[in-house]
């Protein structure tokens, strides 16, 4: 007997991944392509990198294309949609994932450093969103999910952990959490879904300095209660499943994936 392979969960779907060149944009965009979902690679530097990750996609069967693009910049976020809609038709699912640090104590750090997290994490998210929620309100409804569109939004734990030492960083994720919350009321009622991925240390080259010893590694741990560094497949799957109808009445939500970093470690000997 020939056995049918299982329809894959997000076929028929087209999806766009900002800063999908490295890191967890990287393990989302593969993800959604291998849950079938076409998907477009955002990128703004290394074009080869964004070309090698979709001529992997592409080899593996999925469908996928690179598009440069700065969402800080109105300017780049139309054309990228713009070029996104013409080569797939339309979005169904858009995650806004690109994000910077410029670590600085407070009175060390620069109106340069402060802006450009502002500007990538914070109106990159804004930017990408009010595309996405456009998008999905000139197409309409099709039969490929019981949403108009999902907005995924990659977040952080220091939507919730302040962090010295970040406070460009933590300020734009707090921001992203009033900003996915506010739009995720306003947008319910036109069947647009919107969420947020709270990832904790995920091993990516963001925070290269806090894993890539033995020592940083070690001290990394103490504040993940299960007592390892996550990887972008441990966000990814939680973006695919966000993306798809399994998650139909999920709303509004911000989905810690941290290995308990939220659940105050320090406090299980302390306090
Ligand atoms: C940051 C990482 C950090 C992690 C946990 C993330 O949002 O980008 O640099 O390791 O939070 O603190």
Redesign the pocket.
């Known amino acids: 007997m020939n056995a049918q392979p299982a329809p894959k969960r997000l076929a028929g779907q087209n999806a766009l991944v900002t800063g999908a060149n490295s890191g967890i944009g990287e393990g989302i965009a593969r993800e959604l392509a291998a849950q079938g979902a076409r998907v477009v690679v955002n990128y703004v530097v290394q074009p080869d990198v964004a070309q090698k990750i979709c001529a992997d996609i592409n080899q593996a069967g999925g469908t996928a294309i690179a598009i440069q693009g700065d969402v800080s910049k109105e300017a780049d976020v139309t054309a990228m949609f713009a070029q996104a809609i013409e080569a797939f038709g339309t979005l169904d699912i858009v995650c806004s994932n690109a994000?910077i640090?410029r670590d600085s104590k407070l009175v060390e750090m620069t109106l340069d450093q402060w802006n450009a997290v502002i500007g990538v994490n914070l109106t990159g998210a804004f930017l990408v969103a009010r595309a996405a929620a456009r998008e999905f309100n000139r197409r309409g409804m099709r039969d490929v999910s019981r949403a108009l569109g999902k907005i995924i939004f990659t977040s952080?734990?220091?939507q919730e952990?302040p962090?010295g030492g970040?406070c460009n960083?933590a300020t734009t994720?707090g921001g992203i959490m009033q900003l996915m919350e506010s739009i995720a009321q306003e947008l319910a009622p036109q069947k647009i879904r919107v969420n947020s991925i709270c990832?904790?240390?995920?091993e990516?080259a963001?925070?290269r300095k806090?894993?890539s010893t033995p020592q940083a590694a070690a001290a990394?741990e103490k504040?993940i209660p299960c007592g390892r560094i996550g990887v972008p497949a441990d966000v990814a799957q939680v973006a695919a499943w966000l993306a798809s109808d399994e998650s139909d009445y999920i709303c509004g939500a911000s989905i810690y994936v941290?290995g308990g970093?939220t659940l105050y470690p320090g406090f299980a000997t302390g306090g």
């Open positions: 994000g640090q952080s734990v220091h952990i962090w970040h960083y994720k990832p904790g240390a995920i990516t963001i925070n806090a894993w990394l504040l941290d970093m």
